[in-house]
């Protein structure tokens, strides 16, 4: 390294301390052997990592967004459990090749989009190794908590926004498409997945609910084994969501079926609910019954596997 | 891989989940966005991680004691703070080049070892990488809380067990030195440092508190910075410990200085803490002033950095 690991330690602790000092709930931050914090009567616990050539790329994503994407994958999963992150603790590892400005701005992703959830990185460990890696483990509060098991019979089902830009953006990126404004979305989705906390937090009143990070297909065949029912969703609902229209038009346009990028992309940390009156987009309904039917997916494609 | 990733986390999944099923504090475990469990009014975080050949190697240590070895790390974080460990997250990069049998031995060693400290893996994320790597959060239950910077002049100072035996262990294997009875206790404290939760639990009077992970000097001197105070280590009160007898033969054998073992070395998870009628060893006294007086050491020697 160009620094010492003290100076590393020092430059991130800066930037993740400030939450720690104004955060009444964090008793000790960061600085001793463990960080001690105010929690609920229930805590969700959760871990996500990301592996620097298997979950990005430096060439494709700046520091940044490299921190901002972990950090939503982590906090996604809080909220798919129906909880409010509090939380999160990272473990490092750096190649020791990397610009001091490179490792703050990866540390500022993290930070910032904590802070956009009311949450708060309370410790961490540093090491080196031969390729970047981030660990996260996000702690959240539940007064309930929401399983992919509470679906039934009668629900709607509903998505918290239309998924399948970031495997649009993966697509591009991997296949080297020149870049053009009718991707930037589609890019900017897959570099820094946009997390709603305001939408994600009203699907409370969800009966079953998972985060799609592994695609809307997978995820919507567990809550149907978790709930022993039947899934039907509506294309042409889809179809009439906000953002189709210029998805449809991406994925024509790099030769994917739009379906495909739908079903089978995943990253998008995009919620799936079934619930009665709901926002987000409606998308179908639960019936008895098993499996999932998805009229326009004969069978979610081998090929598609998500990004890691 | 010989296995699919499906495999691999249904073997892994098998060993953490009875825990998770016998525990009625853990209300949702492994299988679900992230795991719900009952928390106290304060939890302890940390998170600490091993990399191969940064932390381990493979030749050197069985999976078992790898796998133990990274979650006494964590857990002795935890005791460190005054509080008792519950629930762990693991985050696991294979290469695909492992056995399944070696796989199950790593988590049998992550679940043997937080078993004996009552606390259950909760959850985890699976990926692939060049190198394998464990990265482990842990979460413990604080009534009080016990920093580094609780020291007073009038404490006696008081370590949890004997220091040194990691390091030494860590000479034999790095020199290849010829396998020996002698280096038995050595070479297993290295392999899978000895966590005692009885005494780490017993030592919640303390006024100061920390693990040695990273070396009695160095951490004597934290104490010492973060309290204000003196820290004396009389060494005389060393020598009459259990096992610095057979420690300073072994650093004898191998061509070391048994002070730069006990002072330098680090990974034994021992708890050094400064308070009244400690059990463990009783090493020196708390004074009015700075610094830590420690007769042996003239100076923590530039080359003793610890094996990460």
């Not at 906090?75 to 590892?93: C, E, F, R």
């Not at 500022?108 to 410790?123: K, L, M």
């Not at 029912?229 to 042409?236: E, W, Y």
């Not at 009156?277 to 979610?300: D, W």
């Amino acid at each position: 390294m160009k620094f010492t690991e003290e100076q590393v330690i020092s430059e991130i602790s800066s930037i993740f301390s400030p939450s720690n000092q104004k955060n009444p709930q964090v008793l000790v931050g960061i600085g001793d052997d463990a960080a001690v914090v105010a929690t609920d009567k229930h805590s969700v616990i959760t871990t996500d990592m990301a592996i620097e050539d298997v979950h990005f790329k430096c060439e494709w994503s700046t520091a940044n967004q490299i921190g901002s994407k972990i950090t939503v994958a982590n906090l996604a999963d809080i909220y798919a459990m129906g909880a409010d992150p509090q939380y999160l603790v990272v473990a490092l590892t750096l190649t020791g090749k990397e610009e001091m400005q490179w490792i703050k701005d990866l540390a500022q992703g993290i930070a910032d989009t904590a802070a956009a959830s009311d949450s708060a990185v309370v410790g961490g460990d540093l090491s080196r190794g031969e390729k970047i890696m981030i660990s996260i483990t996000a702690v959240g509060s539940s007064r309930l908590h929401i399983t992919r098991s509470g679906a039934r019979p009668g629900d709607s089902i509903y998505l918290s926004a239309l998924p399948g830009w970031s495997r649009a953006g993966f697509e591009i990126l991997s296949r080297n498409l020149s870049d053009s404004p009718a991707h930037a979305r589609a890019l900017s989705q897959f570099r820094s997945p946009e997390l709603s906390p305001t939408i994600m937090r009203s699907f409370k009143s969800a009966h079953a609910l998972c985060d799609i990070s592994d695609s809307l297909m997978i995820q919507a065949e567990q809550i149907s084994k978790a709930s022993g029912v039947n899934l039907t969703i509506d294309s042409s609902k889809i179809e009439s969501a906000e953002g189709f229209a210029d998805l449809a038009a991406v994925a024509h346009l790099i030769g994917c079926d739009v379906w495909d990028l739908i079903s089978g992309g995943g990253e998008d940390h995009v919620l799936l609910a079934t619930g009665v009156n709901l926002p987000g987009i409606c998308i179908g309904e639960v019936r008895a019954g098993s499996g999932v039917e998805f009229p326009e997916i004969k069978k979610a494609p081998e090929s598609w596997r998500h990004f890691n």
